[in-house]
């Protein structure tokens, strides 16, 4: 009779440790995904991987975020202190596959990407988080992302870009799930403006939930 009973606390406690296994996996499974998409043709690369996609990749790995970067051909950005590796190109988004979008704006000039906009507008129609920065807010514009919402640039953005949201100057701006910051770690530097990376993750962080 104590066999017996030793052996179904056995099996019991074999049973425990399959549910415990099985219950951390389910929690594997609900960590928060996003997706990356640093522009590529900076002025101050190194800067701005640095103060800007640095902050960034720091408060959301503080958050418990994952981060998956896609750059335009799945190539590196490279600076003389950092270098941000591609975890895949742009081609080979699925949207469905992420639970947010940011977009920095590293620094560069007009740049815009035919396949970040068209992410950026299936992003915004599923209702997911969307933040950008600075020069990356025109693309957001494009998607038709601040439609009927208020944002942030650096400067109003033209009608052809934004056909009927309303600018609310350069600082950081969420309405709903689009976050929007007018002024970047160099556009900061340059303007002495507050920067408004560490405000824009932080309430995309908490966009995602």
């Known amino acids: ?9 056995m099996v019991l406690g074999i049973c425990a440790v399959i549910a415990a296994g099985l219950a951390g996996c389910s929690s594997d499974d609900e960590v928060r ?26 408060m959301l790995e503080e958050a418990e975020v994952e981060v998956v970067v896609a750059l335009p051909d799945g190539e590196a950005l490279e600076g003389d202190r950092m270098t941000l590796e ?36 299936e992003a915004a129609a599923a209702g997911v988080p969307v933040a950008a920065q600075y020069g990356s807010v025109s693309m957001l514009g494009e998607a038709g992302a601040l ?12 009608s052809w870009v934004v ?5 609310n100057g350069y600082g950081v701006v969420a309405d709903g799930n689009v976050i929007t910051s007018g002024t970047c770690s160099y556009a900061a530097m340059q303007y002495g403006r507050p920067d408004g990376t560490p405000e824009l993750t932080r309430l995309f962080i908490e966009a995602l939930g």
């Not at 998409?37 to 902050?55: C, F, H, K, Q």
């Not at 439609?147 to 033209?158: Q, V």
Request: charged share 25%.
């Open 163 to 167: 056909e009927d949201g309303t600018y």
């Open 86 to 121: 591609a975890d895949l190109a742009l081609a080979d988004v699925n949207v469905s596959d992420y639970d947010g979008f940011l977009l920095p704006c590293t620094g560069a000039g007009y740049e815009r990407n035919d396949l970040t906009v068209e992410i950026v507008r």
């Open 33 to 58: 995904r996003v997706l990356m998409i640093p522009r590529v043709n900076s002025v101050a690369m190194d800067y701005m991987l640095t103060n800007e996609v640095g902050v960034m990749l720091s």
């Open 1 to 9: 009779m104590r066999t017996r009973i030793r052996s179904i606390w």
């Open 147 to 158: 439609d009927g919402r208020e944002y942030a640039a650096g400067e109003s953005l033209p």
